[in-house]
């Protein structure tokens, strides 16, 4: 146990994420069978449950009500074994998460995942320049401990493999520790 409070818990939590179009959903889907860990997509929760507070046309996307989404979790998180997977993460508590994994995505490899999901014009753009400038990266240094935050490569599936395969084995060193 820590100053913190994180290792009340017998499970840890991981949050993933990173710009949209980094592989979020897939890493997260892949750990979730690897580890039999619950994966909260927030962006499937906000719209099954409610928890916005309507559509923001300028961004085309729902008006994310972070105090409901926050207090939806609660209990989960204290229960521990969530992977959280969200492009954004500075409003959870800090103390929610164990890991912070911010996944990142070459720029062109980028460009034709977010054309493929059908982005176009200012959508396409806001968010190949939230990778360039590293957006979630910055966030998730500024809301979480140092130690717990770690950068890597999805550009591949290989990379998906070998980061699936990292964050089991982190996984099961954590369930060891004293
Ligand atoms: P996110 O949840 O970050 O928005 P996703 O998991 O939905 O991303 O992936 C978007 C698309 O890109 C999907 O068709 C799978 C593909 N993809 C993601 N990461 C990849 C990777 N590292 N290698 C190959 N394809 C990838």
């Not at 449950?49 to 008006?63: A, M, P, R, S």
């Not at 890991?99 to 396409?124: A, F, H, I, M, P």
């Not at 753009?125 to 809301?143: D, M, P």
């Not at 401990?145 to 070998?162: F, G, H, L």
Request: hydrophobic share 30%; charged share 30%; aromatic share 8%.
């Amino acid at each position: 146990q820590n100053g913190s409070g994180r290792k009340k818990r017998g499970k840890p939590n991981i949050l993933i994420t990173g710009t949209p179009g980094t592989g979020k959903t897939t890493t997260a889907s892949a750990l979730s069978e690897s580890t039999q860990f619950r994966h909260i997509n927030i962006g499937d929760l906000v719209k099954e449950k409610n928890l916005h507070d309507g559509w923001d046309d300028q961004f085309d996307c729902y008006l994310i009500n972070e105090d409901l989404v926050c207090d939806e979790l609660e209990d989960l998180m204290e229960e521990g074994g969530n992977i959280v997977d969200y492009h954004g993460g500075d409003f959870f508590p800090e103390r929610w998460f164990d890991r912070v994994v911010v996944l990142q995505t070459e720029n062109s490899v980028l460009y034709d995942r977010l054309t493929k999901r059908g982005y176009t014009g200012q959508k396409l753009t806001n968010n190949i320049e939230c990778e360039i400038f590293q957006v979630l990266l910055e966030e998730a240094k500024e809301s979480y401990p140092e130690e717990i935050v770690v950068a890597v490569r999805s550009n591949t599936i290989d990379d998906i493999n070998r980061n699936v395969a990292t964050l089991t084995d982190w996984v099961r060193s954590w369930s060891c520790l004293p």
